[in-house]
């Protein structure tokens, strides 16, 4: 299954932060306006920061995003960071999410350990504002930096993907799995997380 492609889902918003930082349409200070459409998710439902919009997977966001981009400058992005098949399709707004975009487990460890190293096509500034909004848990021991991620069209799928930094190193995950229900999306954290214990790298 590691092999397999999946629609990376919100997992994608790890470069699309990094695009969207170069292309000037967003910012670390940026203010995210809500439209007032009363969305599915109550965290979506108010203004945001690319910091909570990022914490919250808010669509709305990313597609604001998205449609200043433009599906060219994407293509160019994706084949220029090797990102999964590479491939957007037709729809600006949701090719991460239920379009074209594959990528498997192995493809998102290959991509994060290029973020870590920073061995990635964007500033170095652009990187730490992307790095700094994906911790996800700290402790005295370890740091955490990761994102979830949830296809429910096609094949639904549950991503955790990230790294964790401690006085052990570096190490690298990407876990994935079907995903039934919306009771069964805190299964993606704690399996990472209890699969990190078990190897000793976090305590």
Not at 82 to 87: F, I, L, Q, S
Not at 99 to 125: D, M, N, W
Not at 145 to 154: E, L, N
Not at 176 to 181: A, F, H, L, V
Request: proline letters at 3%; hydrophobic letters at 40%.
């Amino acid at each position: 299954r590691a092999t397999k492609p999946f629609l990376p889902a919100s997992t994608f918003k790890i470069p699309h932060t990094l695009i969207a930082l170069k292309e000037g349409v967003v910012t670390k200070e940026s203010f995210l306006e809500w439209d007032g459409v009363e969305r599915s998710i109550p965290s979506w439902n108010h203004h945001q920061t690319l910091a909570s919009a990022f914490k919250n997977s808010c669509v709305w966001c990313y597609q604001s995003f998205a449609r200043k981009i433009g599906l060219n400058v994407y293509d160019t992005y994706l084949k220029a960071l090797h990102y999964g098949n590479e491939k957007t399709g037709s729809n600006v707004e949701r090719f991460w999410l239920d379009g074209e975009l594959r990528i498997s487990a192995y493809e998102q460890i290959a991509f994060l350990k290029r973020l870590y190293r920073e061995a990635l096509p964007f500033e170095h500034a652009h990187m730490m504002v992307l790095k700094e909004i994906m911790v996800d848990e700290t402790s005295s021991q370890f740091t955490l930096y990761a994102k979830t991620g949830f296809a429910t069209s096609i094949e639904p799928c549950g991503w955790y993907v990230g790294y964790s930094e401690s006085s052990k190193g570096v190490y690298f995950f990407a876990m994935n799995m079907k995903i039934d229900s919306n009771e069964a999306l805190t299964l993606r954290k704690q399996i990472t997380l209890e699969a990190l214990q078990s190897k000793g790298i976090l305590k």
